[in-house]
Structures are given as structure tokens and as C-alpha cells.
């Protein structure tokens, strides 16, 4: 019996004899989950498979079912919907080695596997061992294990008593590791070697123990032959020219990559020549692919910029990846823009990944045209390398990660040069050379991103030939009881270090420490601002969510408020509204204090403090922020500053954290959208 009722897990739960069926998007849909419920009359019914201890034998075996029965039906016209995502999951997962044994207890799954997993990998996996018993013997070691172990509980060494009884094929590699291993599958042909008797073609998995798996030679698209390997040899017919080899023509083997299954022996591009195309590839990328994509920019003296996004972003992410934006402007005519590339790879212990990269960005820094025929344009530029260890989780189900990363910033930016014209006495302004700065950083990262009040911190140490800084911050989410809904708390405490006390002001005043960091502290150019140099508009409103995180400007002043060469410390508060409505801003309040505090604020007063709402448009990363509540130093700085009927709107400030997007990690970010 099919039962639509209220369901909360998933889109149908099998019970004996009767499966309930929930909310679904159309009839295509309601039929697949019928196929896969009723299925489970026998897997999870009738054997009485232990889906805790051995998920993969109940929700696995009946997924590769349903996809074999799905396909009868399909070809008596009667339209049934496709399992959905999770053969995604496991192919996105073992790109990043979050890939999982098929056999394992349910509670040792990520969520995402425990689909990915469980129901595709283990479908692919059956039909993989179909194809290589064979489907007649397949099918009576199948009937043999039901009849025999109906109503007894059995496990993964019955199944594979049962099927040994009806085949000649050693399948130990399929029971022994196959379905204990993690590590996810990536063959490619090594090469083709012909001899008077046959071609020997060689098959290695990437990634690491080579399993049997089927090679085909074909001319065009017509097979020839098939064989499976042998350790890691495949032994087909000598043929002449026009064949090309292909693993696992037919989709069964439950790879994490088939761009590289192909190999035409006299080809100069064995395996994959170089394509280019538009826009990017979710899942059938070529593998030596690149892909353009059309570019607008915009900033204040640059202003509209045109170009290319030239790259090889794709989802699943490369090892190698790369992305260069080169960008006409219209104003400066100049070419700017921004690229990266990196490199990642997985080492066996100690590190789950490290990445190798480097980025880069130059764009105009100021403008002038001030007794000038033609504007000049001073610029900026920054190189980056970047070297990041994940360090290696207990388990994959673990909330903790710990990173430690190393950055050098080399940065060079131009400034005016002013001369007065003995002609007619005038200061001209021109384009002085480079000032070039150099910064080593170090970070560790911790993060607990466990389900109730996830929290962090971040230790970094900064030096120059002439400073040394050593910042840490600490960030919690206190969670209300209603979805979306948390108190965020964030401290942050800096030292401020001379290492050469003759150094020059406007040398080491960028890296002060700020309550209210601004585009003159963003020595390492890492965030996009519209205006690094204006003091009025709406461009010159823009903060850094970094150190004291405040929200209110003042930049009119020689040495802006909570400004020190010594020491701060700051405590952020930030909460939901816990109203249930489809938007609200968030309430904030900061609070901070720093070294001779009483000394510089004019009011003797030790702390600084404001409050207001914060309009968080794109998570973490795009901000406005509106102060209602201001410390009397914050007060008397904004009375006398700005007109008073312009007041509340120029205390008005945004900030556009683009330092936290990592181009070189689309697929975890998407993941994350997901789950």
C-alpha cells in the first residue's frame, strides 16, 4: 500500500507492506519513490538487513534496484525520475577526499555522504560487480543470497558467500577492500603496448590500489572488444590503426573523474587535447579545458572597467586551477585587473591538503586633474604567494579544523609629486615613483563548527623590516532557539611592536591598529574598495571588518579615534532579531578600549563604544551599517564634522570583505549553500 501522508524525512519511508510518501514535484518523481520504498519489502523487510551497522546492504543494494527496475519501465513509456543528487555527492566529495568506505556504521557518514555513499556509490558498485561476474551469474548469486538469508540478518560476508557460489571470478578485491577503502577511484591509461600477439594496454588508478576494470577497444564509436585488467593489464587483440581505447565505456565503475578514460594511441593529445569554451562546467569539464567569460569592473578613478575572465574554474575543482582577469579602463586607459592560481594535493598523514598560490592585482590609486591638460592616474599593485596546511581531521565527522598559513605581501603603490612650474609658479602634480612595502604573515586557524554554538579563533603574526604586529581573534555563535536565529560575540586583542624607531611615520601609520580600519589600513590590499583616497560621497563610507571592527569614520582628524601604536582591545556584539519574518537587520554594539585611551580621546574618556542595526546583504561579506548609539567622542567628532542635517547618513558606513572569497574553493562554498 502507498500512503500519502505527512512526511518530514525525505520524499517516502518504507515500512512492511506499506510505504508513506510526502510532498513531491511531480508524477515522474512519485514513481521512483514508490520503486525504491517497495523495494525495501525485501532488503530492509523480508532479509532484515541491519541498516545501522551495514547501511550500505538495505539502502544500497535497493538503490542499484530501483535504478535497474526504473530502466524497465522507462522503456514502457512510463516516465520515472531519475535518484536525484547524491551520485553528485560522492564524485564532489572524493574530488576534495571527503570520499567514505561503502562499508561503514551509519553514524561514522557525513550528512552529504550518507546519500553520496550509501545509496549512489553502493547502486554504481553493485552494477560494477554485475558487470564483471556477469549479469546471469550476478542475478543467481542475488536469489541464492535472498533465499538463503531471509528473515536471518545478514552481512557483507553472506552476500559474498552467496555470489562466490554461482561464480568462478575472485571477488575478494571487491569485499576485502573496495568497499572498506576511502579513497576514491581516478583511472587513466598509462600506455598501449602492441606485441605480434596482442596489445597490452596499461591501467593505473590515480588515486591509489588498482582494481579490475574494463578496458574497450573501439574504431569510431562501434566496440571491438572488451577485457577487464588484469593487475592493472588490460590483454586485447593486436588491431591496426583507427582504434582508440576507452575504460569503462558503459558508466559502472563508480569513478570520481572519466575525462581522462580515453586514450588514442597515435594521437600528439593521447588522452584529452586542449579545448577552450564559454562560461565554465559543472561535472564534465575537459581535462585540459579553459574558459572565457565577459568582465565589468568598477571603481571610483579607474572608473568603468571591460574585460576577460580567462580560466579553469570548474565544479568538481581541479588541482590546478587558475583565474586572471585583465580589465580595460576607460578612464586611466589603462590595463588593470587580478588574477590566481594555485596547486593543491593531499598528502597521506599529517596534512589533509596544502595549496601553493599566488595572486595579484593592480588598479589606479588616485586621480588628479588639478591645473593639468589630462588626468593622471597613480597606481597600485600587489603580489601575493600563499602557502595553506589543513592540518589532518581525527575523523571526517569532526567539526574541528586547524589551518596554519603562510602569506608574503609585496606591494608597491604611487603617490602625487608636486613641482612648481617656473614658467607660471603653479604646483603640478605628477606620478612619483613606487613606495614598495614587504609583509610576512602567519596565521593559525581554529575552527568548531559544531552544530550548537560553533566558535573559532585566529592567531596572526605580521612583520616588516621595521614593525611586528600579533593580533588574535576569537568568535562565537551563541544560537537562539529558532531557525537562523544567534547571538554572534567577537574579541580581538593587538600589539603593536617597533622593531626600528627610526622608522618614518607614513612608513609604519597603515599598520597601526585601528578601531576603525579603513582603506589607509589595508596595507596588503586585500579587499576591494570603490575609493581608497576620497573623504566625502558615499565611496568614502566603506570600513574593513577587521581589529576593533567598528563602524563610525573619523577620518577627517590627523590621528583618527582608537588609532595606537601600542595595544587594543575590542568586544563585538551582534544578534538576530529573534522575530520569525523573512528579513530583519541585525542589532550590533562594540565596545573597545587601547593604550593612553583616557590621554587621546578629548573626553578622557578609556573605552570607545557604539551601537545600531547592520544590514548583512551577502553573508559576511557585504555589510551596511547604520549607528544609532554613539560614545560621546563619536558624538562630538560627528556634531562637528558633518552639517548636521547630512549627520545621519554620513555616519553610515559599509564594508565589502572580499578577502574571505577564495576562488580556488567554489565547490566547498557551494557545498555549504547546500548543507
Known amino acids: 500500500s502507498v500512503v500519502d501522508g505527512p512526511l518530514y524525512a525525505g520524499g517516502g519511508m518504507e515500512y512492511p507492506n506499506i510505504t508513506i510518501i510526502g510532498k513531491l514535484p511531480d508524477q515522474s518523481t512519485v514513481y521512483v519513490v514508490i520503486v525504491h520504498e517497495v523495494g525495501h519489502n525485501w532488503f530492509q523487510g523480508l532479509l532484515g538487513s541491519n541498516e545501522r551497522e551495514h547501511p550500505w546492504l538495505d539502502e544500497g543494494v535497493n538503490s542499484f534496484y530501483e535504478a535497474k527496475i526504473g530502466g524497465v519501465l522507462k522503456t514502457k513509456n512510463i516516465p520515472v525520475a531519475s535518484s536525484g543528487g547524491n551520485d553528485i555527492i560522492y564524485v564532489l566529495n572524493g574530488h576534495i577526499r571527503h570520499d567514505q568506505p561503502i562499508e561503514l556504521p551509519a553514524v561514522d557518514y557525513l550528512e552529504s555522504n550518507y546519500g553520496g555513499v550509501v545509496y549512489a556509490k553502493t547502486a554504481k558498485a553493485m552494477a560494477y560487480l554485475e558487470d564483471y561476474i556477469g549479469e546471469n551469474d550476478f542475478r543467481q548469486g542475488m536469489q541464492e543470497y535472498f533465499r538463503t538469508w531471509m528473515q536471518k540478518h545478514p552481512s557483507p560476508n553472506d552476500l559474498r558467500a552467496a555470489l562466490e557460489s554461482k561464480t568462478n571470478k575472485d571477488i575478494s578485491w571487491f569485499f576485502n577492500d573496495f568497499i572498506k577503502s576511502a579513497q576514491p577511484l581516478d583511472y587513466k591509461i598509462k600506455s598501449v603496448k602492441t606485441s605480434a600477439a596482442n596489445n597490452v594496454v596499461a591501467v593505473e588508478n590515480k588515486l591509489g590500489t588498482n582494481y579490475p576494470v574494463p578496458v574497450f577497444a573501439m574504431r569510431g564509436d562501434s566496440v571491438l572488444e572488451k577485457e577487464y585488467t588484469v593487475n592493472g593489464k588490460a590483454f586485447l587483440k593486436n588491431y591496426d590503426s583507427g582504434v582508440h581505447y576507452e575504460i569503462d565505456k558503459d558508466g559502472v565503475v563508480p569513478e570520481i573523474n572519466t575525462r581522462n578514460n580515453g586514450y588514442e594511441p597515435k594521437a600528439f593529445f593521447k588522452r584529452?587535447?586542449?579545448?577552450?569554451?564559454?562560461?565554465?562546467?559543472?561535472?564534465?569539464?575537459?581535462?585540459n579545458k579553459m574558459y572565457f567569460l565577459p568582465a565589468v569592473a568598477f571603481n571610483h578613478y579607474d572608473r568603468t572597467m571591460a574585460g576577460l575572465v580567462i580560466h579553469n574554474l570548474t565544479i568538481p575543482n581541479k588541482k590546478f586551477q587558475f583565474a586572471f582577469t585583465p580589465l580595460y579602463s576607460f578612464a586611466a586607459k589603462t590595463i588593470n585587473g587580478t588574477g590566481v592560481m594555485g596547486y593543491s594535493f593531499y598528502p597521506k598523514k599529517t596534512f589533509y591538503r596544502v595549496t601553493a598560490s599566488v595572486q595579484g592585482s593592480t588598479f589606479s590609486i588616485d586621480s588628479t586633474i588639478r591645473n593639468l591638460p589630462e588626468a593622471i592616474y597613480?597606481?597600485?599593485?600587489?603580489?601575493?604567494?600563499r602557502l595553506a596546511f589543513e592540518l589532518e581531521k581525527s575523523n571526517l565527522r569532526s567539526p574541528i579544523s586547524r589551518s596554519i598559513e603562510l602569506?608574503?605581501?609585496?606591494?608597491?603603490?604611487q603617490q602625487f609629486a608636486f613641482k612648481q612650474d617656473p614658467v607660471d609658479s603653479i604646483f603640478r602634480a605628477s606620478v612619483g615613483e613606487y613606495e614598495k612595502q614587504n609583509?610576512?604573515?602567519?596565521?593559525?586557524?581554529?575552527?568548531?563548527d559544531r552544530t550548537f554554538n560553533p566558535f573559532g579563533y585566529n592567531i596572526q603574526y605580521e612583520t616588516t623590516k621595521e614593525i611586528t604586529k600579533i593580533t588574535a581573534e576569537g568568535n562565537i555563535k551563541i544560537d537562539y532557539f529558532m531557525p537562523k536565529k544567534a547571538l554572534y560575540l567577537r574579541a580581538f586583542a593587538g600589539k603593536f611592536i617597533y622593531l626600528n624607531n627610526d622608522a618614518g611615520y607614513f612608513n609604519v601609520s597603515p599598520?597601526?591598529?585601528?578601531?576603525?580600519?579603513?582603506?589607509?589600513?589595508?596595507?596588503?590590499?586585500?579587499?576591494v574598495f570603490l575609493a581608497r583616497n576620497e573623504q566625502t560621497g558615499?565611496?568614502?563610507?566603506?570600513?574593513?571588518?577587521?581589529?576593533?571592527?567598528?563602524?563610525t569614520r573619523t577620518s577627517f582628524l590627523a590621528t583618527p579615534l582608537g588609532q595606537t601604536d601600542d595595544w587594543l582591545a575590542a568586544i563585538n556584539l551582534r544578534t538576530d532579531i529573534p522575530i520569525d519574518f523573512f528579513y530583519l537587520p541585525q542589532v550590533f554594539f562594540n565596545v573597545a578600549t587601547f593604550a593612553n585611551a583616557g590621554q587621546q580621546n578629548p573626553t578622557g574618556n578609556k573605552t570607545l563604544f557604539e551601537g545600531g542595526l547592520q544590514f548583512n546583504l551577502i553573508k559576511n561579506i557585504l555589510k551596511i551599517n547604520v549607528p544609532l548609539i554613539l560614545s560621546k567622542d563619536f558624538k562630538d567628532y560627528t556634531q562637528s564634522i558633518y552639517p548636521k542635517k547630512e549627520s545621519w547618513y554620513r555616519q553610515i558606513s559599509f564594508s565589502l570583505s572580499t578577502d574571505r572569497i577564495n576562488f580556488l574553493r567554489?565547490?566547498?562554498?557551494?557545498?555549504?549553500l547546500v548543507f
Open 439 to 448: 609583509l610576512f604573515r602567519v596565521n593559525y586557524i581554529y575552527k568548531n
Open 407 to 413: 602569506n608574503f605581501f609585496h606591494t608597491g603603490a
Open 538 to 551: 558615499y565611496k568614502s563610507q566603506q570600513v574593513m571588518d577587521k581589529e576593533g571592527a567598528f563602524t
Open 378 to 385: 597613480p597606481r597600485w599593485y600587489k603580489i601575493n604567494p
Open 666 to 672: 567554489t565547490q566547498e562554498s557551494l557545498t555549504k
Open 511 to 527: 599598520y597601526f591598529l585601528n578601531v576603525t580600519p579603513t582603506a589607509a589600513n589595508d596595507y596588503a590590499y586585500e579587499n
Open 272 to 287: 584529452s587535447s586542449p579545448k577552450v569554451g564559454i562560461g565554465t562546467s559543472f561535472l564534465k569539464a575537459g581535462m
